[in-house]
């Protein structure tokens, strides 16, 4: 996500790295990993209490991707929502696993506490993929949504911080949530359409 | 009744202004503008969590190396050299198959530090003893350590899961050869991955070797060979293994016992490979030669897949 932002703007489409992914280039793993690794490691370290464990699941993410990179579809969402989803998928599976674990630990121990949870993996992979998307939108728009997201500025506000006339400000705000939405909908953790394009890459 | 106006909706989900009397109706009736401003809402949580995702930590350098490792373990990336832009790649020293044995062998070294827990070897001085560069890279962005090399990272190699994940039944088996696989670390580099087809040094004795046959299920036409050289190396060829979905990966067993540690992977059916051994492998002992089929489940025990097996005599 981050670089997204670091490259020169206008962040650089995903559609040639996507296809070149998908047909094995191997200039494209490395691509994909330095542009979406921090997101797939942020998405486990956020959700997983061991260091070692959220390197060993973005380890994963990406040889799995890479060997499973067939399956891809970039018609169905982006390169990096995919990432996520394997992510996502590996993140759950290993909670599952020391969820097992401490649960044959707290019998020997006879410690009936429950592991605390950490952050919902849905929700992460939710906000890594508004995060990418909101990192794409024009200029103009980002920076509307970024004042309305961050400093809770109303229309009004921001209009007079920036100069930018309160219609054009409505206009940009209003066509940048509608991006974030469609996004979301499309790469989003949420049960539905990404799910038969995962099962080939786990 | 018309549908809210989209502008109004996007107004309302950020919270500009609570709807009036006539949206709350129409939203109470019309499930299609319901949900529109439920997604916006949502979205809008999500937008305003976003904050600092832009400025995500760069992951260590060593998952880099660990994902190309893991990869070319597969054969699924002949020409990583390319891709890999960050500065091994430049100096042009290093070389795919390298890092993949490097990453087998620091795996090896990383169970010095378990075994370093019951008593044997302090993990601390495997780096200790290692050439200055030791845990580069961690942190860092790829493409700014000019002299950074995959081979000389043995601090960043020691915390990889690969190793920490060792099974006890292979600490047991290596806490006898776990100085030795410390000596050998810094030596990896020169395993002999710049060839493809690597073979042994011209006139290298053979100490010890064992034809391997098709083990189990495994086709009759699968078979290879083992050879001890002196300079302590495993060549290994084999031929016709089964295409597997995963990797082979090469092992040493002791019979008596069953204890077993990994020494390479394979990548080709038909294949031939320069194994580096601990310098004081007992070989009486680990006697017998197995190739395995692995997948990639992240688990580094043996699979109990044996596809091909010898007993070395010399």
Redesign the interface.
């Given at each position: 996500?981050?670089a997204?932002?670091q490259e020169p703007d206008p962040p650089p489409t995903d559609d040639d790295l996507a296809q070149r992914f998908r047909a094995g280039d191997?200039?494209?793993?490395?691509e994909a990993?330095?542009r979406y690794?921090?997101?797939v490691?942020?998405l486990a370290t956020s959700t997983l209490v061991n260091r070692?464990?959220a390197?060993?699941v973005?380890?994963?993410t990406?040889?799995?991707a890479?060997?499973g990179r067939d399956t891809f579809d970039p018609d169905k969402g982006s390169l990096i929502g995919w990432l996520l989803g394997i992510g996502r998928r590996k993140v759950i599976d290993r909670i599952r696993a020391s969820a097992r674990e401490t649960r044959v630990v707290e019998t020997v121990r006879q410690l009936p506490e429950p592991v605390s949870t950490g952050p919902d993996p849905d929700a992460v992979v939710?906000?890594?993929v508004?995060?990418d998307e909101?990192?794409r939108l024009p200029e103009d728009q980002r920076r509307m949504?970024e004042l309305?997201?961050?400093d809770d500025l109303?229309?009004q506000q921001i209009s007079a911080v920036t100069g930018v006339p309160l219609g054009t400000v409505?206009?940009h705000?209003?066509r940048g949530?509608?991006s974030?939405?469609r996004r979301?909908?499309v790469d989003g953790a949420a049960p539905g359409p990404r799910a038969a394009g995962l099962s080939g890459a786990r | 009744m018309q549908h809210l106006d989209h502008e109004r909706l996007v107004f309302l989900a950020l919270g500009e202004s609570d709807a009036d009397h006539g949206e709350t109706g129409h939203l109470d009736t019309c499930a299609q503008c319901r949900d529109e401003l439920a997604g916006l809402r949502h979205v809008a949580g999500l937008g305003a969590d976003t904050q600092g995702l832009a400025d995500l930590p760069d992951p260590p350098e060593h998952l880099w190396r660990n994902i190309v490792a893991e990869i070319e373990a597969a054969g699924s990336l002949p020409s990583l050299t390319e891709a890999r832009r960050s500065p091994e790649s430049l100096d042009g020293t290093i070389d795919p198959t390298g890092t993949a044995g490097s990453n087998g062998l620091t795996g090896t070294a990383g169970i010095t530090g378990t075994a370093g827990t019951v008593g044997t070897t302090r993990p601390g001085t495997a780096g200790a003893d290692e050439p200055t560069g030791g845990g580069i890279g961690l942190g860092t962005r790829p493409g700014t350590h000019p002299s950074a090399s995959p081979l000389r990272a043995p601090g960043s190699a020691r915390r990889s899961r690969r190793s920490r994940r060792r099974p006890a039944w292979a600490t047991t088996a290596l806490t006898s050869v776990a100085a030795a696989a410390i000596a050998i670390a810094g030596t990896v580099a020169v395993l002999d991955g710049s060839r493809p087809t690597p073979q042994p040094t011209s006139r290298q004795d053979v100490v010890a070797s064992a034809p391997l046959a098709a083990f189990g299920t495994t086709p009759r036409d699968a078979n290879g060979d083992a050879r001890i050289l002196t300079d302590g190396r495993l060549h290994l060829h084999v031929a016709n293994l089964p295409a597997v979905p995963g990797y082979y990966q090469v092992w040493l067993i002791n019979p008596k016992n069953m204890e077993m540690f990994p020494v390479g992977v394979l990548h080709n059916r038909s294949d031939d490979a320069l194994l580096p051994l601990p310098p004081n492998v007992d070989l009486q002992a680990y006697s017998v030669v197995d190739v395995s089929a692995e997948q990639y489940d992240n688990k580094p025990a043996h699979s109990g897949d044996s596809l091909l097996r010898g007993t070395l005599t010399g």
């Open positions: 996500m981050t997204v932002r191997e200039t494209a793993l490395r990993y330095d690794g921090r997101a490691l942020h070692s464990d390197e060993d973005t380890q994963a990406f040889v799995a890479w060997l939710d906000r890594l508004v995060a909101l990192a949504l309305a997201f961050y109303t229309h409505k206009s705000i209003r949530m509608a974030l939405k979301w909908e | -």
